[in-house]
């Protein structure tokens, strides 16, 4: 599929006309200038046409925001990779130097470029957006991406540029899961995916919240194909104070929702936190497989059994629902991350893991008969068969005369007989008594 990229400097629309494009509410918008950071991918339906969009942030020079250089750098990867720059500019400020600085950076691409001018609610505006034809860059596209005005011809014209018959790795592979990479604030959640892709694909800074929206990335490498989807860190609600971080732990959340498996990574050097326990239970709700990743594990002091306690202390602080993978890396020196895609991959194996029937009755039943329900107010219970329900997550129904007065501790110790016989280690277990 044909990807277009949307570039322009600080705060002229990228986004809203992002949003517009894919018809949804996919990056976060604000008034405030530099909300966008990292590259934010999309699809865009048109006339039977489809085409990737990819939202890129404000492209400046000599400002005083420190992530400038990191933005800029994020500008020019996604026109490397576009098949088609969409130059979005204002007409109410007219031509600055940031956006010749841009066009001159266009013109040399060798992309087709389309130019918009953004923000004409009116007839009256109009006449301001011919001023930009002085920028060298062919025909301009008057539009208003709040309300939608003009971009029905700004889009006929991408789809008359763009090149045909492109698929995506999701049409190709429309299976594939989604790992969704969660945790705290600055707990190496960018730079896990920058390592596991190979490239700068996120930024990353010391400081805690640079990433703001939920990025995903196609994945294909060492054998493993997947939507890797990088978080913004999520914080506790009263620490949450500006309308930019609550959208961004929103976004969080719904990414954890639409996942697959979820990564946990947590801080080495402070351990499993109240907060960690909280993304962890909002995983467990949500009924996602999970893999735990304790990261700068190169600034703990070690002796021979250090890793086995904190392993020790965090299955005692997730239990009961320590049949979990936990792996201890070090982003920054690429230690271990390759056993992170291992686990990750293996916990979905498990997630989507179907048991025939009768094997399940063949393995189970004995199990129950070995030790049957326990008797209730002089009554018997008696489990006659089970299967294995249609859901996401491994999910199984108990059909017995009187479900009842089947309590906890029997569902739990029928969870444990078939996390015994078949793997189910990363994933939640659902367990069902129906009335047969």
Not at 317 to 333: C, E, K, M
Request: hydrophobic fraction near 35%.
């Amino acid at each position: 599929m044909s990807l277009v990229a949307i570039v322009g400097r600080p705060n002229v629309g990228k986004s809203t006309l992002f949003n517009r494009l894919v018809g949804m509410r996919q990056a976060i918008v604000d008034e405030t200038a530099g909300v966008t950071r990292d590259r934010h991918y999309g699809r865009c339906e048109w006339c039977g046409n489809e085409f990737s969009v990819v939202d890129t942030g404000g492209y400046t020079s000599n400002s005083d925001d420190i992530f400038e250089e990191e933005i800029r750098k994020q500008v020019v990867l996604a026109i490397e990779e576009a098949d088609l720059v969409l130059f979005l500019v204002e007409a109410q400020t007219g031509i600055t130097d940031y956006d010749e600085e841009i066009a001159n950076l266009l013109r040399r691409c060798g992309k087709p470029v389309v130019t918009a001018v953004n923000k004409i609610d009116t007839g009256e505006k109009m006449y301001d957006s011919y001023q930009f034809y002085s920028l060298g860059l062919g025909e301009i596209f008057s539009i208003s991406a709040a309300n939608g005005g003009g971009t029905g011809e700004l889009l006929d014209e991408i789809v008359r540029l763009l090149p045909k018959d492109m698929e995506t790795p999701e049409e190709l592979h429309p299976e594939l899961p989604h790992i969704t990479i969660v945790g705290k604030p600055n707990v190496g959640k960018s730079s896990l995916t920058n390592a596991l892709l190979g490239t700068d694909r996120n930024i990353v800074t010391p400081i805690a919240g640079t990433t703001r929206d939920s990025v995903s990335t196609y994945y294909n490498k060492f054998g493993h194909q997947f939507i890797l989807v990088d978080t913004a860190g999520m914080r506790k609600k009263t620490k949450v104070h500006e309308d930019l971080e609550f959208y961004s732990v929103m976004r969080s959340i719904r990414a954890i929702e639409h996942s697959d498996v979820c990564v946990l990574m947590i801080d080495a050097q402070s351990g499993i936190e109240a907060q960690d326990m909280s993304i962890f239970n909002l995983i467990h709700r949500n009924r996602k497989g999970c893999v735990v990743v304790v990261n700068k594990w190169d600034l703990v002091e070690k002796d021979s059994n250090t890793m086995k306690k904190y392993t020790e202390a965090i299955k005692a602080r997730l239990a009961p629902f320590n049949d979990i993978p936990i792996i201890f890396t070090s982003v920054i020196n690429k230690q271990r991350i390759l056993e992170v895609l291992k686990a990750a991959t293996s916990v979905y194996e498990n997630y989507s893991r179907k048991i025939p029937t009768s094997m399940l009755n063949n393995e189970m039943l004995p199990e129950i008969e070995n030790y049957p329900p326990p008797a209730w107010k002089g009554k018997y219970i008696k489990i006659k068969y089970l299967t294995q329900l249609p859901t996401r997550s491994p999910s199984f129904a108990f059909f017995c005369n009187l479900p009842q007065y089947v309590k906890e501790p029997y569902k739990r110790f029928l969870e444990n007989k078939l996390r015994s016989k078949f793997d189910f280690s990363g994933c939640p277990v659902q367990i069902y008594l129906r009335q047969k």
